[in-house]
């Protein structure tokens, strides 16, 4: 199976969801994740931190787990390990995510496999910010 995932009407719908976690989101500025955030926050999505090392980011209550989080979730957006991926992807299909987005170099055959069995698209090693930079 091939992981790359990047179907363009893939990329556009899971865009125009209104809510994206975003797992392994840091605390500090100067991770991809931080800036990846901010901006989605300032485009107006409603963003979703999910690390359980973290109490709040950029004012964020953030939640252990997918499994913890309060409201409906459209976008996972992984910035993880790619040997994560597989156990997100579950908790993902078990919160019924609809997508499941895999960050620049997050690749992952079986999370892909695991979402895509249980209704999810996914688009692989591609940047939230970036594409929707680039769609705008």
Known sequence: MSTRRQRPEVIAAALGASSIAIVGL?????????????????????????????????????????????????????????SAVPDIAQQAVAVKAKFLWLQLGVISDEGVAIAEAGGMRCVV????????????
Request: with cysteine.
């Open 26 to 82: 840091s605390a500090n500025p100067m991770r991809p994740s931080y800036g990846v955030a901010e901006y989605l926050i300032n485009a107006g999505f409603e963003v979703i931190a999910v690390n359980p090392r973290e109490q709040e980011v950029l004012g964020l209550p953030c939640y252990a787990s997918l499994a913890e989080v309060p409201v409906a979730i459209d976008v996972v957006d992984v910035f993880r390990q790619s």
């Open 125 to 136: 090693d591609l940047c939230t910010k970036i594409e929707h930079q680039r769609m705008a």
